[in-house]
C-alpha cells in the first residue's frame, strides 16, 4: 500500500502557506539590539524559533524559525510563528496542537494536518515554552487592542440551510457547537473565557465573558465583533450578539 505524501494531505490554506514562506530565517543579537528588542532564541532537535520581545509589554515584535527536517515540520514551524506575532508571551503560552491545526483548516471539522504531523505539533509546543521561560521577567498588559479571534472564517452564503425551520434547542446546540470549536479557544489565548447564556427570539445571542474578558475593553468593542461576524458567518446573518453585563 502507498502511502501518500504528507503534501496531499495538507489543507489548502496550509499549501498555500507553504508555497509563500514568510518567516524562514534568524535574527541575531545585533539585529535585536538595533531595533531595542529582546532576542528569544528557542531549540529543541532540529526546529529553532527566533522571537523580537517588546521588553515593555512582552509582545512577541517580530518571529522566525529554522528548521532541518521534512516539510510537516517547515509547516508546523511556520503556522506557529505566525500565530505568535503581535501576541505576547503570555497569549502564546497558552496555544495548543489543536488551535495551530485550526488556524489553517478549509473546514471546521476537517484536521489541518495528517497525522503523522503529531509529533512535530508537540515539538513545536516544548520549544515555544522554551522561549516563553526566556520572557518570564517582562510584563505585560492583560488587556489587547486586536482580539486573536480576528481573522477569516469562512462564510456559508445564506447561513444554515434550513435554519429558520430548526426546533430552538437545536439551533442553540448549533451556537453552542460554533462557540466551542471557533470562538472559545481564541479567547482562552488571553486567559479568558466565553458563554452561551440564551437564545431570544431567534436571533439574539447573549453571552457572558469570564475571567480576563471581564475587565478587558475589546470584549464590548473588537472582540464582541468578532465573535458576532463568526456567528454570522457560520449560522445566519441575522444572529447578533449581546453581553452580559
Known amino acids: 500500500m502507498i ?3 504528507d503534501w496531499e494531505l495538507f489543507s ?3 499549501r498555500e502557506k507553504l508555497d509563500r514562506l514568510r518567516y524562514v530565517g534568524a535574527f541575531t543579537q545585533e539585529i535585536a539590539e538595533e531595533k531595542q528588542m529582546r532576542l528569544v532564541e528557542a531549540r529543541e532537535g532540529n526546529l529553532c524559533l527566533y522571537w523580537l520581545v517588546d521588553e515593555s509589554d512582552g509582545i512577541i515584535a517580530d518571529a522566525k524559525f529554522q528548521v532541518l527536517g521534512p516539510i510537516g515540520m517547515i509547516a508546523v514551524a511556520e503556522v506557529v510563528s505566525d500565530l505568535a506575532l503581535r501576541k505576547n508571551y503570555d497569549q502564546i503560552s497558552r496555544i495548543s496542537a489543536d488551535l495551530i491545526d485550526r488556524h489553517v483548516r478549509d473546514r471546521k471539522d476537517v484536521p489541518a494536518f495528517p497525522k503523522s504531523c503529531d509529533s512535530y505539533l508537540n515539538l513545536a509546543l516544548s520549544v515555544i ?3 516563553v521561560a526566556q520572557c518570564s521577567d517582562i510584563p505585560f498588559t492583560v488587556s489587547y487592542d486586536v482580539t486573536p479571534i480576528e ?3 469562512g462564510e456559508i452564503p445564506g447561513g ?7 426546533p430552538h434547542q437545536q439551533k442553540v446546540g448549533i451556537i453552542e457547537e460554533v462557540i466551542d470549536k471557533e470562538i472559545r479557544p481564541y479567547i482562552e489565548l488571553d486567559a479568558g473565557g466565553v458563554k452561551l447564556v440564551s437564545f431570544n427570539d431567534e436571533q439574539e445571542v447573549v453571552i457572558s465573558y469570564e475571567g480576563s474578558c471581564t475587565t478587558c475593553h475589546s470584549s464590548t468593542g473588537s472582540t464582541l465583533s468578532a465573535i458576532q461576524q463568526i456567528l454570522k458567518n457560520r449560522v445566519h446573518p441575522s444572529l447578533f450578539v449581546t453581553p452580559q453585563l
Open 3 to 5: 502511502r501518500p505524501h
Open 12 to 14: 489548502k490554506k496550509l
Open 129 to 131: 515554552d522554551k522561549a
Open 151 to 153: 481573522r477569516d472564517f
Open 160 to 166: 444554515i440551510p434550513g435554519w429558520d425551520e430548526l
